[in-house]
């Protein structure tokens, strides 16, 4: 079999690095959650204090000798699903502003529908919206549109599950 050559090589080092530098970003839940090496996990989490610019290219360097040692396939994997996670969660996260707006605008048919949409009737949320047709005060009814939005968010994550 012949050795690759010192281009290829060089090559696939730096696909590692970059492999290694999408982790860096991530929550400490997520990096968790991908299963590194212990000395692999704490170059990361390293990198993500690191704010020198010279400092942190060297970090991302060790990061690349650090993952020729993994299983990068299997990281390549894990981050692809934390992807789809991150692309849920936007999602959710859009879904539950449309229906705050919606349910602040539309009132009692939008309540209606969140009802049926969701199969849950919270108390709570029906209270802050009847609180926030009550309020006259603009910092309190800016408070009660932030609780809505959250309460309408936490719905939505426990129907997800």
């Given amino acids: 079999m012949e050795k690759p050559s ?4 060089k090559r696939a080092q730096h696909a590692l690095q970059e492999l290694g530098e999408y982790l860096i970003p991530l929550k400490s ?5 991908i299963g590194l090496g212990e000395e692999l996990l704490a170059a990361v989490r390293a990198a993500a204090k690191i704010k020198s610019h010279g400092a942190l290219r060297r970090q991302k360097q060790l990061i ?3 993952m020729r040692q993994a299983d990068a396939d299997l990281i390549r994997a894990r981050l692809e699903n934390v992807g ?5 969660e936007k999602r959710l ?3 539950a502003e449309k229906w705050r707006d919606s349910l602040l605008q539309d ?3 939008a309540r209606e529908n969140f009802a049926a949409t969701t199969g849950i009737v919270d108390a ?7 609180g926030l047709d009550k309020t006259d005060n603009e910092r309190a009814e800016k408070t009660l549109k932030r609780q ?4 309408v968010h936490d719905i939505l994550v426990r129907i997800a599950q």
């Fill in 29 to 33: 839940s997520e990096l968790e959650s």
């Fill in 6 to 9: 010192k281009n290829a090589r």
């Fill in 64 to 66: 690349g000798k650090l």
């Fill in 93 to 95: 996260f859009a879904d």
């Fill in 107 to 109: 009132g009692r048919s």
């Fill in 124 to 130: 709570q949320l029906m209270q802050l919206l009847d």
């Fill in 84 to 88: 789809a996670r991150e692309l849920f």
């Fill in 148 to 151: 809505v939005f959250r309460r």
